[in-house]
């Protein structure tokens, strides 16, 4: 079966760096992306990452390796802001996106 | 550009009634759309892929009967909650596929149902 793992929540630390893991396993691999959702609202696209490697953008980072069915988001100089459920999703054969169950981040002062 | 949006953004029903959300694709067209569930504190769910023209796709466990699909145009989708009932009460949010960039997908804001 097609599975996403990502941790269920994670706390830190206003200016401080945190790292959400992501594994997976699915039928087929045509990219993994990060999304960011807030409470009651719509996931925001953050990152796609389809070779293996480190996208960087701004204070976001997206990490994959294919070989390991393994991504890592890493949030730098958090804020506030940043609190919020992360989605890890990976594209499979079909193009269809399988989808974690997010990681909720809390930031604390 | 990208941006799709979804109305009506919340909607209040009674038990027994039907009620329609509509997903648009502003400035692209959108061959493939596709229809999530959110329960509070939990994933997305997919619920159906949309295909323009044609027959949505359902899920397991989705009844097709009871969420109708709509893809009349490269640029609408609309899904009906027929005969809802207070356990359809969800988040319920639509995505869009650009045509001829199969791995990027748009969401829309979200339409907040609650049926008492």
């Known amino acids: 079966g097609q599975n996403i793992d990502q941790p269920t929540e994670m706390t830190a630390t206003e200016g401080a760096i945190v790292q959400i893991n992501c594994t997976y396993q699915t039928s087929g691999f045509n990219g993994l992306f990060w999304y960011q959702q807030h409470a009651g609202e719509a996931p925001t696209f953050l990152s796609y990452?389809?070779l293996d490697g480190l996208e960087e953008k701004g204070r976001f980072s997206s990490f994959l390796s294919r070989s390991k069915g393994y991504s890592y988001l890493l949030l730098k100089e958090l804020q506030m802001k940043d609190s919020a459920s992360y989605l890890c999703a990976v594209s499979d054969s079909n193009y269809q996106l399988i989808w974690g169950a997010g990681t909720k981040l809390i930031i604390k002062p | 550009g990208a941006v799709v949006s979804q109305h009506p953004s919340r909607v209040i029903c009674k038990s027994g009634t039907s009620v329609k959300i509509e997903c648009r694709s502003l400035?692209?067209?959108?061959?493939?759309m596709f229809w999530y569930r959110q329960f509070p504190k939990q994933s997305l769910m997919l619920m159906a892929t949309?295909?323009?023209?044609?027959?949505?796709?359902?899920e397991q466990g989705v009844e097709k009967d009871k969420f109708l699909i709509n893809h009349a145009s490269l640029t609408l989708s609309t899904l009906t909650v027929t005969s809802a009932h207070p356990e359809d009460s969800s988040f319920y949010i639509c995505?869009?596929?650009?045509?001829?960039?199969?791995?990027?997908?748009?969401f829309g804001p979200g339409t907040r149902l609650t049926v008492t």
């Open positions: 995505s869009a596929r650009v045509v001829g960039h199969d791995y990027e997908q748009y």
């Open positions: 949309s295909n323009e023209g044609s027959k949505a796709t359902y």
């Open positions: 400035d692209f067209q959108a061959t493939t």
């Open positions: 990452n389809v």
